[in-house]
């Protein structure tokens, strides 16, 4: 599969009918279009059996609006997925027909696919994922396990949050009776314990949501967001005390979501009685990724989509050819990094040349920017604040990141480190002038207390002043001597 040319996926939920296109590297590619209606169709299933005509006609009036989008976008295929309120409904053929009346080629997902392919969606932004997902839907909640890399047994349950209300109302307790015998009917009872409950639905993330606001968290991302299993308890309580229109005035938080806040909640505290994780982490990624990872061969599954996004991005902003990789095998012998930091090096150093077409005041903070608000992913929030303090000082920024609340969320170990890839960065890229050839027929070499640097005869000339000066900056504070030495080979 290749998404150079854009590639659209259509998922028709219980709760909404949403569209994705997709553009940029194959292994992760880059959102360029995203619209969701609230269709609504899981409402009422229920109880009659069969969509509602309103939210029939609600879903089909946003299908053919994107089928013209599509084509306008030139669009190279489209995959048309419908889940738990088609599949349940008695007149859900008869829907699909009209689907395809439009032009679409829809596939109605089981519930064993619907999961495997969430657990696909966060192995593809979570590789290293262990434990269970939890897919929560308008009609059905997944459970699935992921581990080294692969998804294994999944469940199907019937707690999606327009099935919550109606399960409430039967009694006190009701929730917390009915998930802890059904999680354990389907053999996910303890499978949690010692792991990760990754969290996959846009309920899920509005609560992440919700947790970022009321922590006044300094870097407000939901993908990876992590909190403890008591952290629902609170949120519920927290719900019930403010008010649902004190929630709506967070800006962060679709007020499409509010309504069915409490309830989530209060599935998830349940959840993590019946599943007993360790921790709790949301993704961002869930099946529509799940279907574009699905599309991929094995050796591309394989690459780092963080790494794999990074090298996009410097292909894209970049000046002349890009050789990342190359400034990153330049300054690795001055590093004893371990391989987790090795790699935040590596992506800093495809990024190394992104902030040129900004104004030279600017060119720091572009690449701030970039680090902490880039829509990466298989990196944590104090993974976003090394890389970012990497492109500072890489881009001339002054003596610490300017925001001390997010630099906070490092050690001071953690931000030197990364101060002095910046460094290595910079020194680099002056002495090259941004291009591959003065690095090639150069070396940076660590020597008892000595920084050197190598030059073969042939450049010796591009050791100037500053050239000088950038290598006693990054040999200051490594706490070493530098030294140039002009070599033969």
Known sequence: MTARAPVAIIDIGSNSVRLVVYSGATRIPSVIFNEKVMAGLGRGIGKGGALGDAAQERALGALARFRL?????????????????????????????????????PRLLSGEEEGRLAGLGVLSAIPEANGIVGDLGGGS??????????????????????RLDDLAASGRGAIAKVVAKRVEAAGFGGAAQGRVFY??????????????????????????HDMSPQRPAELRETLRRVGSEEVRSIAEISVSRVPSLPRAAHLLDNLVGALGPAALV???????????????????RRNDPLIEAAREAGVGLGRF??????????????????????????????????????????????????????????????GRVMLAQALFFAFGGGRTLPYP??????????LVRAASWGLAMRLGQRLSGGVAAGLK?????????????????????????????????????????PEIRITRR
């Open 321 to 382: 050819a890009p050789h990342g990789d190359l400034v990153d095998r330049w300054i690795a012998p001055v590093f004893d990094d371990r391989p987790q930091a090795a790699r935040l090096r590596l992506a800093a150093c495809l990024l190394s040349d992104i902030a040129w077409a900004a104004h030279p005041d600017f060119r720091a903070e572009r690449g701030i920017d970039m680090a902490l608000h880039g829509n990466w992913v298989a990196i944590d929030a104090p």
């Open 69 to 105: 989008l599509l084509g306008q976008m030139g669009v190279a295929w489209v995959r048309v997925v419908a889940t738990a309120a088609v599949r349940e409904a008695s007149n859900g053929k008869d829907f699909l027909g009209r689907i395809r009346a439009l032009g679409f080629e």
């Open 441 to 481: 027929g150069s070396r940076l070499v660590r020597k008892a207390e000595k920084l050197r640097l190598e030059l073969d005869t042939e450049i010796a000339a591009l050791s100037t002043e500053i050239v000088r000066r950038r290598l006693g900056g990054l040999a200051g504070a490594l706490g070493l001597e």
């Open 405 to 414: 609340a997010i630099a906070a969320l490092c050690t001071d170990a953690e």
């Open 199 to 224: 969290l996959v639905g846009g309920s899920w993330r509005a609560l992440a949501r919700l947790d970022l606001a009321l922590i006044g968290h300094p870097l407000p991302i939901t993908h990876q």
């Open 282 to 300: 949301t993704s961002s990624f869930g099946i529509r990724e799940g279907l574009l990872y699905n599309e991929l061969g094995n050796a591309e």
């Open 141 to 162: 909640l997944e459970l699935v396990e992921v581990s080294g890399g692969l998804v294994k047994r999944s469940a199907t349950l019937p707690f999606g949050v327009l």
